[in-house]
């Protein structure tokens, strides 16, 4: 039957006769249809999170049908099934037939008494197919059409009904962005043939699939626009926040249909679904000595070009605590740096990591300066300890003498800080079989991937480091270093010792299109503002590194949807927090997190142990001692939906927002999380001001809050319309925002790509 | 005797037109799943191939396809334009490999919508076998249109002249005249 399928479908059926065409695509029910075709997508294997590598798997993903979905011609064009409108059921190999007197959409409605792969659904679903698919593949109304629905099919319909584009558009920008042929892009996965395609077709059905259950659910659950959209004063919160609520108008109280909610799926709380997110974390500075210095233009420039955010605030000091919760929204009772006994969060935790391979999506970490280290040997006696349990990854440095920097310098001790890295913590990701290949090297020198060099070009008095002729030193020990790594003929972890040790990666994975969805940056310890306070040559290695993410295939295909986030890991001196981490206030010490079961019991989280800073002492009630934050820092978008497309930038919020809404923000971005759900969102970033509300008990550290909106966690969507009157809350390490009482200017998403 | 000549020839040409080919056909289509279209055709066989096909009846399933926009018409499955086409007389095969026509209630070269039709194409081009056929004058207990598919095999194809039964008593009623002739001519 595939053979038949794949005759009737070459370009050719272009054949589709135009007369036909143009009757089926200006009158829907001018003309008859008949289809067949194959109700098809990925069967996805979720991966085995443990904290012991004999216990963990990865995922893996296989073309799949859809046996007993409910297809029908969709004569409203609702979306659903209903009474009346020609329907069949797939057969045991997912193909059905279908005739109706007037040409629809088709709608294939998969339920739980339908089985993927053979195996039950566990999640209703719908899949869509345009009627201008049916017509595109018509020769005449008295024969089939070969039409597949596929979660791909679907997405092309929801492009169409709310991306502004025609169908025509919406296929070819789907099959471009996921790197197929436009006469593949919607067939069934069963029916590509071709090896790389299917692999691109397949991951792509994963995510969508992922997406459109969401959308069930919406409908499912009747879960409000409000809920949505991700107005956190949905419903309404004004009963225990009177000051700062927003309304909750009738718009937002509305349910949606399954159309709407396909949609909403791809904007979960208003996030738009991104492809690739690049997480720049540099080191310790407050948003009032980075904004407007004159020592780092260059972020200067992408804040004002791009979108900024002016209420951001770091979670705790020092860095570890905050790099736990840029991973996973709680820094788990870890106050200090550099936890021993490794690993620091033992049992299966959720992070960023895990919920991204979860989701059939990938992450790489990449941190500059690396120490060519081969996976499983000892690369320094005395960090032997910490290479071994790391499975070799070597995320600190030996100080060797015989490594001279640009200027002359030896690579010090320590100049890779371990403590700088969001995902090595945990040991359920350590585990995992792909934990070695996803940690990488970067470099800030070099051009760009068209070749071009990167110019320096700054001219402020203050540069740092130089050569001794005056230049910076920037990328100070990525030459030495692949220098010594080549001479020792030294392979790289990540390659598992196969090909030979790279000091940037990166660059290489970016012109390969070998990229995390998900990808965290982390400059060394000179580059990153740490050692060296704002200097031009961090913004260097900060420019380094973006003109080789802008000079990718992947950034300059609008397409495909690209974010470059700067941060910070913490601000200075300062000890206030927001967003679901207020430890201590009112005397109270943070509680453990708080889980929500799957019968919407909450209860706080057992077994958390942590580890005092330095001194290696174990205690019981980690978050005790807890982090107080550490004030307002920077962070700045930009995209390539700025650049390239209507996007709008320059814009700014000044909403309340942590580390703890950024991973939020993440959740949204790849649909890891179901805003109707509390449960789903990982730790910290769950609490929400209604959640808080709801369970006040549990979370005695927001008991008598002033100001339950800064309190809360929430995407960071600029949803929230500061009322009238009302001021923000003064802000440590902020510096006065375009506005400072009412409203922003604008309530402009710094997410959109439109 | 001119009488006795004109019913000769008149017997002899009814007995011959119903022994070399049929003006009246019964076929049938059984499709993979079981469902059944069946129908009757007025044409001319030659070899295995019927022309000057006319006077269709069809029905799926025992359910007659009538009351559409017109009687019943046959068009070509035209290979080489891959569309139907009704610029050259439409044939039926009795070898149900080689038939490549549709029979609807419109003309199907032209129309795009039907009350009801029966395609029976054999052509690479559009995946091969297709014959389906649909009524949308009728509602089934589930409330859909019967239809009927098959794509992946061919079902069982039957085209034969209308048996003896019904030649037969043209066949005697021309002896019949012939004798009546020859008894007027005894006298």
């Known amino acids: ?754 | 005797m001119k009488f006795l000549i004109k019913a000769a020839v008149l017997a002899a040409a009814l007995g011959a037109s119903t022994l070399a080919s049929a003006t009246t056909f019964d076929f049938s289509y059984s499709f993979t799943d079981g469902q059944e279209l069946t129908g009757s055709l007025e044409g001319t066989l030659n070899g295995t191939t019927i022309s000057n096909i006319s006077d269709i009846s069809m029905a799926l399933n025992g359910t007659s396809m009538s009351g559409g926009v017109g009687p019943l018409q046959v068009v070509s499955w035209n290979t080489s334009k891959t569309a139907f086409d009704d610029t050259v007389p439409a044939t039926i095969s009795t070898v149900g490999a080689q038939n490549n026509f549709g029979i609807a209630d419109v003309d199907m070269a032209t129309s795009t919508s039907s009350d009801y039709f029966f395609s029976y194409v054999n052509d690479p081009k559009v995946g091969g076998v297709n014959a389906l056929a649909a009524n949308f004058l009728v509602t089934d207990a589930k409330g859909n249109n019967p239809q009927a598919f098959d794509f992946t095999g061919e079902g069982a194809w039957k085209i034969a002249p209308v048996p003896l039964p019904a030649a037969l008593p043209l066949l005697l009623s021309g002896l019949g005249l012939f004798s009546i002739g020859r008894r007027r001519l005894a006298k």
């Not at chain 1, 997110?277 to 080191?283: D, T």
């Not at chain 1, 380094?544 to 295939?553: E, G, L």
């Open chain 1, 1 to 754: 039957m595939q053979a038949k399928l794949n005759t009737l479908r070459p370009s050719g059926v272009a054949l589709a006769v135009a007369s036909t065409l143009a009757l089926c695509t200006t009158d829907a029910f001018a003309a008859q249809s008949v289809v067949r075709g194959t109700v098809g997508g990925a069967y996805f294997t979720s991966p085995v999170f443990a904290d012991i590598a004999a216990a963990s798997s990865g995922s893996s993903t296989v073309a799949s049908v859809y046996s007993g979905a409910k297809v029908c011609f969709d004569l409203n064009d609702n979306g659903v099934c209903d009474s009346g409108e020609p329907f069949t059921t797939t057969g045991a190999d997912g193909s059905f037939a279908l005739t109706s007197k007037s040409i629809a959409p088709l709608v294939a409605e998969i339920s739980t008494s339908a089985t993927n792969n053979g195996k039950p659904v566990t999640s209703r679903n719908v899949f869509r197919v345009k009627q201008d698919q049916i017509a595109s593949s018509t020769v005449s109304p008295f024969l089939p059409a070969a039409v597949d629905i596929t979660p791909l099919s679907t997405e092309v319909a929801r492009a169409v009904e709310n991306d502004g584009v025609s169908f025509t558009q919406a296929v070819n920008n789907l099959a471009q962005r996921i790197g197929v042929s436009s006469a593949d892009v919607l067939k069934a996965p069963t029916n590509v043939t071709n090896p790389s395609e299917l692999t691109a077709v397949l991951k792509e059905s994963v995510i969508d699939t992922g997406r459109f259950e969401l959308a069930a659910k919406f409908v499912d659950r009747g879960d409000t626009v409000g809920e949505l959209r991700g107005n956190f004063d949905c419903p309404n919160v004004a009963s225990f926040d009177a000051t700062n609520a927003n309304s909750c108008p009738a718009s937002d109280q509305a349910t949606v249909g399954i159309k709407a909610a396909q949609n909403w799926a791809m904007n979960l709380e208003g996030i738009p679904r991104y492809d690739y997110v690049f997480l720049i974390i540099e080191e310790n500075e407050s948003l009032n000595s980075l904004k407007d210095n004159a020592d780092i233009p260059y972020i200067n420039a992408l804040l004002d070009n791009g979108s900024q955010f002016y209420n951001y605030y770091s979670t705790g000091h020092p860095s570890e605590p905050n790099y736990l919760a840029l991973g996973s929204a709680d820094d788990w009772g870890q106050t200090g740096d550099e936890a021993i006994p490794y690993p620091a969060i033992t049992g299966v935790r959720a992070n960023l990591s895990n919920a991204v391979d979860a989701k059939g999506l990938g992450w790489r970490h990449y941190e500059g300066s690396l120490w060519p280290s081969p996976a499983g040997t000892m690369a320094n006696t005395g960090a032997s300890s910490w290479n071994a349990k790391t499975g070799g990854a070597f995320f600190d440095n030996p100080a060797e003498t015989s490594i001279l920097g640009n200027d002359s310098s030896t690579y010090g001790s320590s100049l890779v800080a371990k403590k700088h890295n969001t995902v090595v913590w945990f040991a359920d990701v350590t585990a995992q079989p792909n934990f070695l290949a996803n940690e990488r090297s970067i470099a800030g020198t070099g051009t760009d991937l068209d070749g071009n060099p990167i110019p320096y070009g700054f001219t402020t008095s203050t540069s740092p480091l130089t050569d001794g002729n005056g230049a910076v030193s920037t990328g100070n020990w990525d030459n030495a270093l692949q220098n010594y790594a080549t001479s020792n003929n030294i392979k790289s972890w990540w390659t598992n010792n196969t090909q030979p040790w790279t000091q940037d990666q990166f660059k290489l994975d970016l012109a390969s299109g070998d990229i995390g969805n998900y990808n965290v940056i982390v400059p060394d310890q000179d580059d990153d503002m740490h050692n060296l306070k704002p200097n031009a040559r961090a913004d260097y290695w900060a420019k380094n590194v973006i003109a080789k993410i802008q000079s990718s295939a992947i950034w300059k295909d609008p397409t495909k949807r690209v974010a470059i986030v700067v941060t910070f890991d913490e601000g200075e001196s300062a000890t206030t927090a927001c967003c679901g981490w207020n430890p201590q206030r009112s005397g109270n010490a943070a509680s453990q997190p708080v889980q929500v079961a799957a019968d919407g019991t909450v209860s706080t989280v057992s077994g958390v142990t942590g580890n005092e800073s330095f001194n290696g002492a174990a205690y019981s009630s980690p978050y005790a001692n807890g982090n107080h934050g550490h004030g307002v820092t920077l962070f700045g978008v930009t995209t390539n939906q700025q650049v390239l497309g209507t996007a709008p930038h320059g814009h700014y919020d000044t909403d309340y927002y942590s580390h703890f809404s950024f991973v939020r923000t993440v959740q949204d971005m790849f649909g890891l999380a179901d805003p109707g759900q509390p449960s789903t969102y990982m730790n910290r970033s769950k609490y929400t001001e209604t959640f808080i509300q709801q369970n006040a008990t549990l979370l005695p550290e927001f008991a008598n809050t002033a100001n339950p909106h800064f309190d809360g966690v929430r995407a960071m969507n600029h949803v929230y319309q500061f009322p009238a009157g009302v001021s923000r809350v003064v802000a440590a390490g902020g510096v006065t925002a375009p506005v400072s009482t009412g409203p922003d200017s604008d309530q402009v998403n710094l997410w959109a790509t439109k």
